[in-house]
C-alpha cells in the first residue's frame, strides 16, 4: 500500500477540517521511531504532540494495558467505579505542585480537562469571568477555542465565542512585549473592561505549546500569583502539553516555585492512550454537585491503566533528568549552527520542551517560509519535526524523552542538514 493511495482515500472521506502536517501513513512504531506503509523509517520529533514522552509501546505501558485488557475494558466510573481510578488520582494528587490536600478527576482529552477546571472554578467562586493570554491554547470546544489566543485556524469562521473571556498579551520580550507591558494591560483590563471581583480564574500555560514554545518568565508568573491572591481569583496551570518530564519536571510549575489553584493535564499522561486529568485544592474540587462533573469515558480504566505505567516509567527511568540532558544537547547544537544560519533569532526551552525561532536574516521580521522549507527538508530525510507560533515560524521539538542516545545523535544530523539545505533554498 502506498502512501498516495491513502492519502486520496482520506481526502474524499475526511473532512479537510482536520488537518495534517504530513503524508506519512503509520504502519508501526516503536520508541521514538515510526515506520510508514510504504516501509520507510522516521525519527519522531513530534511524539503525537508531547504525548509519547515516554515512547511509542513503551513495554511497562503495553504490558499494563494488556493486563486491563484481560479484566474489563469499560464499566463508566460513575456507575461501576474501581479501584485503579482511586490509585491514579492519589498519585496525581501526591505529585502536582501544593502542600495541601487535593482532589482530581479524569476526563478524556485536554480540551476536556480545561472545560473542567474552568466549571470548577466557577462553581468556587461563584464568579463567571476568566482571564487568558495571546498565544495560548486550551483546546477546540467552544470554551477552549475562546480561551486560545489565536485566531487561525482555531476560531475563524465558528461564530460567536463564548462570553466572559478576556485575553492579556502574554510577556515575549523577543516580540516586544515586557512583563511590566503585561501587567499594565491587566491594570487597564481591571479598569475599563471587567471588575476583578467577578474573575473566577487565570489561566496560564508555563510555556505556551501552539504560541511558540514560551516560557511564562519568573516575574510576571510570581506576580500573577500576587494579583490573583489579592483579589480571591483563581490560578489555574494548563500543563497539558507541558507536563510529565517534559520540561525536565514532572510539571513545568516546579521550575517557579509558584503553586496553581488547579492543573489541566492530558497527553503525556497516558503515554499513547486517552485521559486526561483536572486536579487541585480539594475544596475547590469540591465546589460542584454530585452529577456536575464526569463523562461516560472519563478516566476509562484503560487509559488509566497506562496513567499508572506511565509515571513509575518516569520514576523509574530518571526521564526528568534524561529531559534536561537531552535538551542540552539539542540546544547546543542549534546555538552552534547560528552563526551560519542567520535565519537563527532564538533558540529556548527547558528540559526537552524545546524551540528554534527563525526570522528574516537582520530584521524581526518572523519567517514562515525558511521555517516550513526547514521542517519539509528534514521530513525528506526521515526527521518528522512540527512547527507552531503566532507567526507559524518556530519549530518544536518534542521526541520521546525515551530516544536511545544513537537515534538522537542521528536525528541532530539530519536536523542540521535540513537547515543548511534550506538555507540553500
Not at 476568566?130 to 467552544?142: E, K, L, M, P, S
Not at 504560541?211 to 518568565?217: A, D, L, M, S
Not at 526521515?382 to 520521546?400: D, E, M, Q, S
Not at 538522537?408 to 537547515?419: K, P, R, T
Amino acid at each position: 500500500m502506498q502512501n498516495s493511495q491513502i492519502a486520496a482515500r482520506r481526502a474524499a472521506a475526511i473532512s479537510r477540517g482536520v488537518g495534517v502536517t504530513t503524508q506519512v501513513y503509520a504502519h508501526k512504531a516503536e520508541n521514538a521511531e515510526i515506520w510508514d506503509v510504504e516501509g520507510r523509517r522516521y525519527i519522531d520529533f513530534a511524539a503525537g504532540i508531547a504525548v509519547v514522552n515516554t515512547g511509542h509501546r513503551h513495554p511497562k505501558v503495553i504490558e499494563a494495558v494488556k493486563a486491563q485488557l484481560d479484566s474489563f475494558t469499560h464499566t463508566c466510573h460513575q456507575v461501576v467505579p474501581y479501584e485503579n481510578y482511586v490509585a491514579l488520582a492519589e498519585k496525581l494528587n501526591a505529585a502536582v505542585p501544593g502542600d495541601f490536600a487535593k482532589k482530581t478527576i479524569f476526563v478524556t482529552t485536554g480540551a476536556e480537562a480545561v472545560e473542567n477546571a474552568v466549571k470548577i472554578a466557577r462553581a468556587a467562586t461563584n464568579r463567571p469571568a476568566v482571564i487568558a493570554f495571546t498565544g495560548g491554547f486550551h483546546g477546540r470546544t467552544f470554551m477552549g477555542m475562546t480561551l486560545t489566543g489565536k485566531v487561525q485556524p482555531y476560531k475563524a469562521g465558528f461564530g460567536a465565542m463564548m462570553p466572559d473571556v478576556f485575553h492579556v498579551p502574554f510577556p515575549v520580550e523577543l516580540h516586544g512585549v515586557s512583563v511590566e507591558d503585561s501587567l499594565s494591560v491587566l491594570d487597564k483590563l481591571f479598569k475599563a473592561d471587567v471588575d476583578p471581583a467577578r474573575v473566577a480564574a487565570f489561566i496560564v500555560e508555563p510555556v505556551q505549546g501552539e504560541g511558540g514554545f514560551y516560557e511564562v518568565p519568573r516575574a510576571f508568573m510570581e506576580k500573577l500569583q500576587e494579583i490573583a491572591r489579592k483579589h480571591g481569583i483563581l490560578l489555574i496551570a494548563d500543563e497539558v502539553q507541558t507536563g510529565f518530564a517534559r520540561t525536565g519536571k514532572l510539571f513545568a510549575m516546579e521550575h517557579y516555585g509558584v503553586v496553581p489553584d488547579i492543573t489541566t493535564m492530558a497527553k503525556g499522561l497516558g503515554g499513547g492512550f486517552p485521559i486526561a486529568a483536572v486536579t487541585g485544592r480539594a475544596e475547590i474540587m469540591d465546589a460542584p454537585a454530585p452529577g456536575g462533573l464526569g463523562g461516560t469515558y472519563g478516566g476509562n480504566p484503560i487509559g488509566v491503566a497506562a496513567g499508572l505505567a506511565v509515571l513509575e516509567v518516569i520514576e523509574e527511568e530518571g526521564l526528568c533528568e534524561r529531559a534536561v540532558s537531552l535538551g542540552n544537547r539539542l540546544k547546543q547544537r542549534l546555538s552552534g549552527l547560528a552563526a551560519s544560519i542567520p535565519q537563527i533569532a532564538d533558540v529556548r526551552g527547558p528540559g526537552f520542551m524545546n524551540a528554534v525561532e527563525f526570522n528574516i536574516p537582520g530584521t524581526s521580521t518572523p519567517d514562515a517560509e525558511f521555517t516550513n522549507r526547514v521542517r519539509e527538508k528534514a521530513l525528506e530525510r526521515g526527521l518528522i519535526l512540527l512547527t507552531c507560533g503566532v507567526y507559524g515560524n518556530v519549530i518544536r521539538f518534542l521526541a520521546p524523552v525515551t530516544i536511545p542516545d544513537d537515534v538522537f545523535s542521528e536525528a541532530l544530523d539530519i536536523l542540521e542538514a535540513a537547515l543548511l539545505s534550506a538555507k540553500e533554498g
